[in-house]
């Protein structure tokens, strides 16, 4: 792709000289440096420009009466404009560089590496931005190992793209203090909730709209064979286990964070069977909301079912190429997903 100016340099000039001066294939040698633009800097695009002048003046001497002295100022006025706009480009990527290191250092503050394995418990992460300059939006997740148990977090804040990275970043970090520190899931929620409070009063969004964030905790303790989870308004984990497949729903919704006042404090965890061989899969709702170009949404539970029993990282690999391919690439919400299995003890 880079050569390809200096391709269409070769073919456009063997044509004018192979062909009848009537043709006049010399007219489109300021293409060349047109083209140049989009992909080479400026003095390559400058030195180019110069080579199709001299050629001009060269098919000129051949051929007399081709009109050379005005395809000549075409190509001067052409790479002129090339140079130009190539040093603009140049400008933009490199703004769009130092944006993205800055994304890049925002999603190391909120999304910190996650550890593949904790004890029995194997982890593995997805996360697509649908503003893709920005590589991170409003979804979040958080693992961390405790005297409790291994505890989970994932959720989505309203609203996608950096400005919502600020409300994502406060809810984790305080849920990575509050699961070291809270004995019970209920508490946990409480003080993400009062975090997510305290920012939004003090970064208010803009318009009318609140802004507020769905949340889902998961529990495994330590050797246990069963898992709690509290759902805040987010969409059902699913879990497949041996027998099929099923999706966790909340006996009873808690209150999104940041709307408890509203909806009320009251919160409800649930408990589940989690034995070794179960796979669970966390998700923010990018993923089953995903559309096709006839606007059908991604079928997940359908496409959950079919897939055989894998590890996570494979589970996840093959939902983020069916996902894109599903999509056509056309990402409208960020996409976070969590899997989770538990393995048996070793022999």
């Given at each position: 792709?880079?050569?390809?100016?200096?391709?269409?340099?070769?073919?456009?000039?063997?044509?004018?000289y192979?062909?009848?001066?009537?043709?006049?294939?010399?007219r489109?040698?300021?293409?060349?440096?047109?083209?140049?633009?989009?992909?080479?800097?400026?003095?390559p695009?400058?030195l180019?420009?110069?080579?199709?002048?001299?050629l001009m003046?060269?098919?000129?001497?051949?051929?007399?009466g081709?009109?050379t002295?005005w395809?000549?100022?075409?190509?001067?006025?052409?790479?002129?404009?090339?140079?130009?706009?190539?040093?603009?480009?140049?400008?933009?990527?490199?703004?769009?560089?130092?944006?993205?290191?800055?994304?890049?250092?925002a999603?190391?503050?909120?999304l910190?590496?996650?550890p593949?394995r904790?004890?029995?418990?194997?982890?593995?992460?997805?996360y697509?931005?649908?503003?893709?300059?920005?590589?991170?939006?409003?979804?979040?997740y958080?693992?961390?190992?405790?005297?409790?148990?291994?505890?989970?977090l994932?959720g989505?804040?309203r609203?996608?793209?950096?400005?919502?990275?600020?409300?994502?970043?406060?809810?984790?970090?305080s849920?990575?203090e509050?699961?070291?520190?809270?004995?019970d899931?209920?508490s946990?929620?409480?003080r993400?909730?009062?975090?997510s409070?305290?920012?939004?009063?003090?970064?208010?969004?803009?318009?009318?709209?609140?802004?507020?964030a769905?949340?889902?905790l998961?529990?495994?303790?330590h050797?246990?064979?069963?898992?709690?989870i509290?759902n805040?308004?987010?969409?059902?984990?699913?879990?497949?286990?041996?027998?099929?497949?099923?999706?966790?729903?909340?006996?009873?919704?808690?209150?999104?964070?940041?709307?408890?006042?509203l909806m009320?404090?009251h919160?409800?965890?649930d408990t589940?069977?989690?034995?070794?061989?179960?796979?669970?899969?966390?998700y923010t709702?990018?993923?089953?909301?995903?559309?096709?170009?006839?606007?059908?949404?991604f079928?997940?539970?359908?496409?959950?079912?079919?897939?055989?029993?894998?590890?996570?990282?494979?589970?996840?690999?093959?939902?983020?190429?069916?996902?894109?391919?599903?999509?056509?690439?056309?990402?409208?919400d960020?996409?976070?997903a969590l899997a989770?299995?538990?393995?048996?003890?070793?022999?």
């Amino acid at each position: 792709m880079r050569l390809s100016p200096v391709i269409l340099t070769v073919v456009i000039a063997g044509l004018a000289y192979a062909t009848p001066p009537e043709v006049a294939f010399s007219r489109l040698l300021p293409a060349a440096p047109a083209l140049a633009a989009a992909m080479w800097p400026v003095l390559p695009t400058v030195l180019l420009g110069t080579v199709c002048l001299f050629l001009m003046i060269g098919l000129g001497i051949v051929f007399p009466g081709l009109g050379t002295w005005w395809t000549s100022a075409g190509i001067i006025a052409v790479t002129v404009a090339a140079a130009y706009g190539s040093h603009v480009r140049l400008q933009r990527e490199r703004t769009l560089f130092h944006v993205r290191l800055v994304a890049d250092a925002a999603q190391q503050v909120v999304l910190s590496p996650m550890p593949r394995r904790l004890g029995s418990v194997e982890i593995e992460s997805l996360y697509l931005a649908a503003a893709a300059e920005a590589r991170i939006g409003g979804d979040f997740y958080e693992v961390v190992d405790t005297r409790f148990g291994v505890r989970l977090l994932i959720g989505d804040v309203r609203g996608k793209g950096l400005p919502a990275v600020g409300a994502a970043a406060a809810i984790v970090n305080s849920f990575r203090e509050a699961a070291y520190g809270e004995a019970d899931m209920v508490s946990v929620a409480r003080r993400l909730d009062a975090s997510s409070t305290r920012y939004n009063a003090a970064f208010p969004p803009e318009g009318s709209m609140e802004r507020f964030a769905t949340a889902l905790l998961v529990e495994i303790p330590h050797g246990g064979r069963r898992i709690e989870i509290l759902n805040c308004g987010h969409p059902p984990p699913l879990l497949r286990y041996r027998g099929g497949l099923r999706a966790l729903e909340p006996t009873t919704p808690s209150p999104l964070l940041n709307l408890a006042e509203l909806m009320g404090d009251h919160y409800t965890v649930d408990t589940f069977d989690f034995v070794p061989g179960d796979l669970l899969l966390l998700y923010t709702d990018g993923v089953a909301e995903a559309r096709a170009r006839d606007g059908g949404f991604f079928p997940l539970v359908a496409w959950m079912g079919r897939q055989p029993p894998t590890p996570p990282h494979e589970l996840l690999t093959a939902l983020h190429r069916d996902l894109l391919r599903y999509s056509k690439g056309r990402l409208d919400d960020d996409i976070a997903a969590l899997a989770v299995r538990l393995r048996g003890p070793s022999p």
